[in-house]
């Protein structure tokens, strides 16, 4: 193995292990070579000439001759900093744009689709920006999103203020230097994704905001959304979010070259601060510090619970991360629930024609602005047809016949989409999204009886490789296959061997080849990443270590009671409760709430406001201890032992429930025969957890 090569498995174990892992996926994997155009993988493989085609011929076919982006990408340009690097607290890598320059050498990377090469250079943007003359600045290009700072009479209002608390401090420092130091008034997050208020400790002090000096302000709905959305499924969001955001890949023409709405998110400490101010209405004004604001609520469009922002002293309108350039999610590949793609088409109607007609500019959360009524109206109908196209073709072709299986491959967008860059899908793709529009209005199953129940792919593909002819068969096909340059061919027929073969290391190689051809022609980034990330574990195993650490205190302060006790219940192991059956009363007098928890069937059910009259266990502590249970920071035990606890009744009822719960981690194989052996246990402790503390959340950014 080059040496090169062992940094990089060097640097996947910290990754796993938590350092350097950022909130949404990425970690800083930098590679050496990237700039030489070598690959960081000895097993990797060049473009094919099939791939180098396909790239030449998007080089003809798409709109270059649009230069608009580059232009409006530049204008307001202020200052970069001297730094490339951000440090974070813990004294890890926080963020690091230099290792993404070996895409500003002016070279075509047939590696690399062509117009995934243009976004993932128009987002090397760093440094301070000016929007509205001496009114709106931008920081851009210090972590996945932006963070936008509105000067008031006295201070500045923080837009969204990133992912991490270092990468927030480093650009509030910037504006500081560059246009004049004032105190920060106001926080505003746009919605409920990490990336969009983890860093708000990095420019607000708490005591500020608790004393009223500092206002937060956020939309209705946004605490619960905060966190919810990441906890259920939190342990497998993780683990294919190291596919959707290429964790372990190098940043690299041959690996990880961008994430679409930004380059990657920062590694450094994830905070929330709960919001003082809930905006409710639909349209909603509000003056703060003598600025005018009108927030337009636009929940379950790209988040649960988000808002645009118009100001109409300056014309100025705040699209948050709907409307950004490109076409998002409707379905994220790490897993969440399905967005409704025809609700976000008519909020962007709805501030097409509310703000659209005056706007002068146009600024998101991602991105760079866009100026000039004209050009704001063009953008903002373009993402509205997408969206309309999106939902109402897909339906179109359901309604035809057209199934979950195969719209796919059928589903197109209109030549006058396609010509327009804020059409493209560098975030979301044509592929998964019109899959989901159908999934969240049809479901998984597509009619035939055959694919109701259908075998696991580990028991059904035995019988394919034996149909086939067996596995030196499927081999010499595949090959041929992609000797020809039919990749999805080629891949039918050898993941099928891998599955039944798991242990079969030719197999694994010719089917990582196969995604890594598939990798580089594709346009969005969480595609891309998805299968070379799936090559590089076909290669070199899933990564081992201790699972990622995502529960800071802000987080676990932010779960409610509710959503711990919910959370509790998908972390049990139902057969290990089988004939189990008790009635616990749970009460956290310093903030009056009170549950019962019951045992029932195998399945543990509770009730908010709610005591038994005969409860087995009734369990009192005050919120703020249970908090720490949760944040595995102490346990019952030993709350009980300080007097901080007190158990009434029946104990063997919690002895019962502890015995029954199962603490998650991100180890599971996403690619069959990719699983780690376990280290040595002198080189790698087991971490023991309790089990009633929170499970690990999938922090979600830029989802």
Do not use: C
Not at 337 to 366: C, P, Q, T
Request: proline letters at 5%; charged letters at 20%; zero cysteines.
């Amino acid at each position: 193995m080059k040496p090169t090569l062992n940094k990089f498995f060097l640097a996947a174990s910290l990754l796993a292990s938590g350092f350097a892992f950022a909130a949404g996926g990425g970690g800083v994997v930098a590679d050496p070579g990237a700039m030489q155009g070598k690959h960081f993988d000895v097993k990797g493989k060049a473009p094919s000439s099939f791939t180098v085609e396909l790239q030449n011929g998007l080089r003809k076919s798409l709109p270059f001759e649009d230069k608009r982006d580059f232009e409006e990408s530049k204008k307001g340009f202020i200052a970069a900093p001297a730094y490339k690097t951000i440090m974070a607290d813990a004294g890890n890598v926080a963020w690091d744009m230099g290792s993404y320059e070996f895409l500003l050498q002016g070279k075509d990377f047939d590696s690399v689709h062509p117009s995934l090469q243009r976004q993932a250079i128009l987002n090397m943007g760093y440094g301070l920006y000016e929007v509205v003359p001496g009114k709106i600045y931008q920081v851009r290009g210090f972590d996945l999103a932006n963070i936008s700072f509105v000067k008031t009479n006295t201070g500045w209002i923080v837009f969204d203020p990133l992912t991490a608390k270092e990468t927030a401090r480093a650009a509030l420092e910037l504006v500081n230097e560059k246009v004049g130091k004032r105190p920060v008034v106001a926080v505003v997050y746009s919605h409920s994704h990490g990336d969009h208020f983890g860093g708000v400790r990095g420019v607000v002090d708490e005591a500020d905001v608790k004393s009223g000096k500092v206002k937060v302000i956020a939309p209705v709905g946004f605490m619960d959304h905060a966190v919810a959305e990441n906890v259920y499924a939190g342990n497998a969001m993780t683990r294919r979010m190291y596919f959707q955001y290429g964790v372990l890949l190098p940043r690299s023409p041959f690996g990880h070259v961008d994430q679409s709405i930004g380059k990657n998110t920062a590694a450094g400490n994830l905070g929330l601060i709960e919001p003082t101010i809930l905006i409710n209405e639909p349209f909603e004004k509000m003056t703060v510090d003598g600025v005018e604001m009108e927030f337009q609520n636009t929940p379950g469009t790209e988040a649960p619970a988000e808002m645009n922002t118009y100001f109409p002293q300056f014309k100025a309108f705040w699209a948050a991360e709907n409307i950004t350039g490109t076409i998002h999610n409707i379905y994220t590949l790490r897993g969440a629930l399905v967005r409704d793609a025809l609700a976000w088409s008519k909020n962007i109607n709805n501030a097409l024609y509310r703000y659209g007609n005056e706007a002068e500019v146009m600024f998101a959360s991602h991105s760079w602005p866009r100026w000039g009524n004209e050009r704001i109206q063009e953008v903002m109908r373009t993402q509205r047809d997408s969206y309309a196209h999106l939902n109402n073709e897909v339906l179109h072709l359901a309604n035809n016949g057209v199934t979950i299986n195969e719209v796919h491959n059928v589903y197109k967008q209109p030549e006058s989409l396609k010509s327009q860059w804020a059409a493209h899908s560098y975030h979301g793709s044509e592929e998964h999204n019109s899959r989901a529009v159908i999934n969240r209005y049809l479901g998984y199953w597509d009619a035939n009886p055959a694919t109701l129940i259908p075998l696991s792919p580990k028991d059904s593909a035995p019988l394919y490789v034996e149909m086939m002819g067996g596995p030196d068969k499927i081999m010499s096909k595949g090959k041929s296959l992609y000797k020809q340059g039919k990749y999805r061919e080629a891949m039918e027929i050898v993941n099928k061997l891998v599955y039944a073969q798991p242990n079969n290391v030719a197999a694994k190689d010719l089917l990582a080849d196969i995604f890594e051809q598939i990798g580089y022609q594709k346009e969005s980034p969480s595609v891309r990443n998805s299968f070379l990330g799936a090559a590089y574990e076909l290669r070199h195993g899933m990564p081992s270590g201790a699972s990622p650490k995502s529960n800071g205190p802000d987080m676990i302060k932010a779960m409610t009671t509710e959503l711990w006790l919910n959370s509790l219940a998908i972390s049990m192991d139902s057969k290990k409760a089988a004939g189990m059956k008790f009635t616990i009363n749970l009460a956290t007098p310093d903030n009056g709430e009170k549950f019962v928890i019951e045992m029932s069937n195998s399945a543990l059910t509770n009730i908010k406001g709610q005591q038994a009259k005969n409860p087995n266990l009734t369990i009192t502590l005050n919120r703020s201890e249970l908090e720490k249970v949760m944040g595995g920071q102490t346990s019952f035990e030993k709350l009980l032992s300080e007097g901080k606890a007190r158990f009434d009744g029946d104990r063997k009822s919690f002895d019962q429930l502890k015995s029954t719960l199962t603490v998650f981690t991100p180890d599971f194989e996403l690619m069959p025969g990719t699983k780690a052996k376990k280290l040595d246990a002198k080189s790698s402790p087991k971490v023991v957890k309790d089990p009633f503390a929170a499970q690990d959340m999938a922090i979600t950014a830029g989802e």
